[in-house]
């Protein structure tokens, strides 16, 4: 099953939030292909808690654009029949933290699903996630178990950083022919702006992207956690210190190269991520270095990441959440050693 969706990108641009990016990333894609299908709780006539689907049912019609139950298996196992059926559906878990209800779905059979069939059966769909913290939210709303869903074979696991990402990136995992998990960081959902191109473009999945090049150390990062690795680049390039800075994308499949390529050349790699320490996937990618890398290495690979507890209540987020300072004395730590 191939998707029909054609490239429409022009030489224009509009200025996007993260959130309005995937508003209209979702919007041309439906506009392409009718099979494109938008469920879960609050996406249509509130357009999303995050109005992230605003508009839309107004525009495509309550067959295309649907509220449905609270109950995340359920939206999660529509989506899965529609997929088998021929639709691409697009299906929003409100917040990463309600995704538990959905667990079997999603590793029992969304994931399984092409390799039980023995290829017979594909699964073109999409699960959207706000994830993280950050906006002050309760218990169970800003979660960042990623690592938990890389650790599921069949999955694809895509966490975009900045707008003109979030649309290629959604675009190109609605057009995969099969399951991607696409976790947004609400964090930073209107953190900022950027030019994003109109119309449907793509940015490969498995690729990551080097946001600047350098020669002293390394530094990987993905979702909202490239705003404070930016920030201590400043820093640190006034230190004399010169960042090469990677923002993974897709974290699986990983782009394991870029960064082996990158670590081989600076000798010293931080890894930043806002999920707890034991088993996130900052290990995985040190795991990958010093498979691949580990006679370049000039230092200990450094973890910035949160911490292994419950994510706490908003009055002590930002004591968890890693930051500017953390970052910045992770890349010290690792230049004197």
């Avoid at 099979?35 to 495509?60: C, P, S, W």
């Avoid at 002293?216 to 909202?224: R, S």
């Avoid at 931080?270 to 990618?285: C, D, L, Q």
């Amino acid at each position: 099953m191939t998707s029909n969706i054609k490239i429409t990108q022009n030489s224009e641009t509009e200025k996007l939030t993260l959130v309005q990016a995937v508003n209209r990333g979702l919007e041309d894609v439906m506009s392409e292909d009718s099979r494109v299908i938008v469920l879960g709780e609050d996406v249509g006539v509130n357009g999303g808690v995050f109005r992230a689907t605003e508009g839309l049912m107004d525009k495509f019609g309550e067959d295309r654009v649907f509220d449905t139950p609270l109950a995340e298996s359920g939206i999660v196992g529509t989506a899965i029949g529609l997929a088998i059926a021929g639709f691409r559906p697009v299906a929003e878990i409100q917040f990463m933290g309600f995704i538990y209800p959905a667990v079997n779905q999603i590793f029992g059979h969304a994931a399984r699903m092409r390799n039980r069939s023995r290829g017979r059966y594909f699964l073109p769909m999409v699960i959207r996630m706000p994830y993280g913290g950050g906006i002050h939210a309760p218990e169970h709303h800003s979660e960042s178990y990623e690592s938990m869903l890389a650790n599921t074979p069949g999955l694809t696991v895509v966490i975009p950083s900045n707008p003109i990402d979030a649309k290629g990136l959604l675009i190109a995992a609605i057009m995969s022919n099969d399951p991607v998990i696409f976790m947004e960081p609400k964090r930073i959902y209107r953190a900022f702006r950027e030019e994003v191109p109109k119309g449907v473009y793509q940015i490969p999945l498995r690729q990551a992207n080097v946001v600047q090049q350098g020669k002293d150390v390394t530094i990987v990062a993905y979702g909202a956690m490239m705003r404070p690795v930016l920030e201590a680049r400043d820093t640190l390039e006034r230190e004399g210190i010169s960042t090469e800075i990677i923002d993974v994308r897709t974290i699986v499949p990983l782009d394991g190269n870029t960064i082996v390529e990158s670590v081989k050349k600076t000798g010293r790699l931080v890894i930043v991520h806002e999920g707890p320490r034991t088993s996130g996937f900052g290990a995985e990618i040190s795991a990958h270095i010093m498979e691949h890398a580990l006679l370049h290495l000039l230092a200990p690979v450094q973890r910035v990441t949160g911490f292994d507890t419950i994510f706490p209540y908003s009055i002590l987020e930002h004591h968890y959440l890693p930051d500017k300072r953390r970052v910045i004395d992770a890349v010290r730590q690792t230049m004197a050693f």
